[in-house]
């Protein structure tokens, strides 16, 4: 060829080559800066990017998340990409839904001959009982083992495996109860095997079924921890049986954890009992806050501070600066309340408590005369903490906010936005993502050990994990323990676990009621959730029943009519009831907050024996001079609810200032409680 169009298809090739390049470079570069699919992600775009899209990958993404808005998934299991065995499980699981079993038996057999070890081949060996021993040990914590493991009868061969499984791994599964206690009713249980079970009913609450498990041996720490603290919970008898267990855990291994957690327990109420500090071994009480936060409490508060500086970041110096603080302000002792609630470093408490000590804090300075201090305080509580009881109050004091009115009905209830999960694990976090919430909590559950401790952000991945699946009973109590012993590293970790504990329950039922009744929904909310979590099943020890926690003649009282039990536990008529109720309440009241919540928990003949509030120019005092330790919690707990639903003015995270004043936002979210807990 000559040299001329030699060089012309050098040229050409060179070209080509160069502008391939560059497509791929380009295509390459908007893959990572395009944003990820998320439940966020508007159904036009989803289906677009089905549709469309160059990414098969992204394609297959777009195609699950429609499948969690109602679209048919099919065709998505192809390749080799771990999403394939999602897709798999969903399209089985939809042929068993339509009743077409053995098109659902072809797909399990795809998904375990390809993905064999990928966590959602689990439920495929729930389906074929000859798989279930390598199920049970492959993915021991995982719902389809946990699920197993409970429909496991005992037999001569493998004696109560299914007990024992649960035990360690799954304690809490529906039906373990009775697996367990059936275990340990039986000859065939080892000590170590007695251990374990009764740990595990201990940690169900069952102290009394637990004990008799061991059938007088002698417990080891963990398991005498968790039997004592079942057992302390309890009537007199099981009371004194538990402090007598955790004194024995105590003096028995002294060096442990589970010793100091002991300690914790015994030294729990306002006044403990001086023989029980007494008896704490020297070596222990030397290194517990709470056992040297009892001994100021039984000394009239005389070292207080010593206990604070000394122990700073412990639960029990919290506490005690409140119980003091506060026993200084009902005593209108400004100076000692002020010194009591600067005693610990800035930024030491739990955001809740910071929030507390910030607006009591500037009651005790401007009772003292110094107003610009007190403005100082009130204004860093407005600008660094979300909607909340003292935010409110702090902006009723500068001027800024109207009383609250919960006598108004409204169509238009917060709405929960959609934020990332950010586990550890990124399987889950995928899952998260792209919607499917239970295959999410499946493989959560699977990847961890549940007899390991968390850490405080895997509480939080935990108990939002929960909540997506429909548990919001131990969803929201973990995380409500959380936000008051966490002090979170990030202004993100703060909202995000400010935010989590206001989800949305039965918004149909809640709009309904609301607008039949004139009640304001969030006031529907929060006591919802105050009451029972969410969780229509639940019955108190005094017979309140539901969503509402209504009393049955209360309920019959306001139907009009008797009502059965099983008509309370439907969340749409308990819900009706309860707002009919509060609206009752709030006209006796005359639509004042305060009154009509507390007449909610103690009942209104016990708040109408009270000194009226308007005797009392600090209606956050009169609050804490509430005769209940249990109402005085709730009002506070409640208006806190209703303020968090209610949306207004939050935070934002600021990447070098950390939390400061935001844009206004709508807000994306039974038992008697002794001040101690409080």
């Not at 990124?426 to 968390?454: C, H, K, Y």
Request: proline share 8%; charged share 20%; hydrophobic share 40%.
């Amino acid at each position: 060829m000559p040299a001329g169009p030699r060089s012309l298809v050098l040229l050409l090739l060179t070209t080509a080559g160069l502008s391939l390049t560059a497509v791929v470079a380009g295509q390459q570069l908007l893959l990572e800066r395009r944003s990820a699919l998320n439940p966020r992600t508007p159904v036009v775009e989803l289906w677009r990017t089905y549709r469309w899209s160059i990414d098969p990958l992204r394609r297959r993404e777009a195609a699950l998340l429609m499948s969690t808005k109602g679209q048919t998934l099919a065709g998505q299991g192809w390749g080799n990409d771990p999403l394939a065995a999602v897709a798999l499980a969903l399209a089985a699981e939809s042929q068993q839904n339509r009743g077409d079993q053995a098109a659902a038996d072809r797909l399990w057999q795809q998904l375990l001959k390809r993905f064999r070890d990928e966590t959602v081949s689990a439920r495929a060996r729930q389906y074929q009982p000859d798989l279930h021993p390598e199920l049970l040990e492959r993915f021991p914590s995982h719902p389809a083992a946990l699920a197993t493991a409970v429909a496991m009868a005992p037999t001569p061969e493998r004696s109560h495996q299914g007990a024992q499984h649960l035990a360690r791994w799954g304690w809490r599964w529906p039906g373990a109860m009775d697996r367990l206690r059936a275990a340990c009713s039986a000859e065939e249980p080892s000590r170590s095997e007695r251990q374990n079970l009764a740990w595990a009913l201990a940690m169900l609450g069952a102290g009394s079924s637990a004990l008799d498990c061991l059938q007088g041996g002698a417990a080891d720490a963990e398991t005498g921890l968790a039997v004592g603290r079942a057992l302390i919970r309890g009537a007199a008898e099981q009371h004194t049986q538990g402090e007598q267990m955790l004194l024995d855990l105590i003096q028995q291994h002294p060096e442990t954890s589970a010793a100091d957690e002991a300690v914790r327990l015994l030294m729990e109420p306002l006044f403990p009992d001086p023989a029980l500090v007494e008896a704490i071994p020297p070596s222990v009480a030397k290194r517990s806050a709470a056992v040297a936060a009892a001994r100021v409490r039984l000394n009239g508060g005389m070292g207080t501070l010593e206990v604070l500086q000394r122990w700073p970041d412990d639960r029990d110096s919290w506490q005690l600066q409140w119980d003091e603080a506060r026993a200084a302000l009902l005593n209108e002792r400004w100076e000692r309340a002020r010194d009591l609630l600067t005693a610990l470093p800035p930024g030491t408490l739990p955001p809740p408590l910071e929030a507390r000590q910030l607006f009591w804090l500037g009651l005790s300075e401007e009772r003292t005369g110094n107003n610009k201090a007190a403005r100082r305080h009130w204004h860093q509580l407005v600008d660094t903490h979300p909607p909340g009881y003292y935010r409110w109050r702090a902006d009723m004091r500068l001027g800024d906010t109207k009383p609250l009115r919960l006598d108004r009905p409204s169509t238009t209830l917060p709405v929960t936005t959609w934020a990332p999960l950010n586990s550890r694990y990124p399987e889950v976090n995928t899952l998260w993502r792209l919607g499917l919430a239970q295959q999410a909590w499946d493989a959560w559950l699977s990847l961890r050990d549940p007899r390991t401790p968390q850490s405080a952000e895997e509480q939080l991945v935990e108990g939002r994990l929960r909540l997506s699946v429909d548990d919001p009973w131990n969803g929201l109590d973990q995380l409500q323990r959380l936000s008051v012993r966490w002090v979170p590293t990030s202004c993100q970790q703060r909202l995000l676990l400010h935010r989590s504990q206001n989800p949305v329950f039965f918004p149909e039922a809640i709009e309904s009621a609301s607008s039949r009744h004139r009640v304001d929904p969030t006031l529907l909310l929060a006591i919802a959730k105050q009451e029972s979590r969410f969780s229509p099943g639940v019955r108190s020890t005094a017979g309140a029943v539901g969503v509402m926690q209504l009393m049955p003649s209360t309920a019959a009282s306001v139907a009009d009519e008797a009502l059965q039990e099983q008509d309370l536990t439907n969340p749409s008529t308990n819900i009706l009831l309860g707002a009919a109720y509060l609206k009752s309440l709030l006209q006796l009241w005359e639509g004042n907050a305060f009154l009509s919540i507390a007449s909610y928990n103690a009942g209104p003949g016990a708040v109408s024996s009270w000194p009226s509030p308007k005797s009392d120019p600090t209606i956050e005092l009169w609050v804490e001079r509430i005769p209940y330790a249990e109402t005085r919690y709730y009002t506070k707990k409640v208006l806190d609810n209703v303020l968090s639903y209610s949306g207004g003015e939050w935070p934002v995270c600021d990447p070098v200032q950390g939390m400061r004043q935001a844009v206004t936002e709508s807000n994306t979210g039974v038992e008697n409680k002794p001040q101690q807990q409080e």
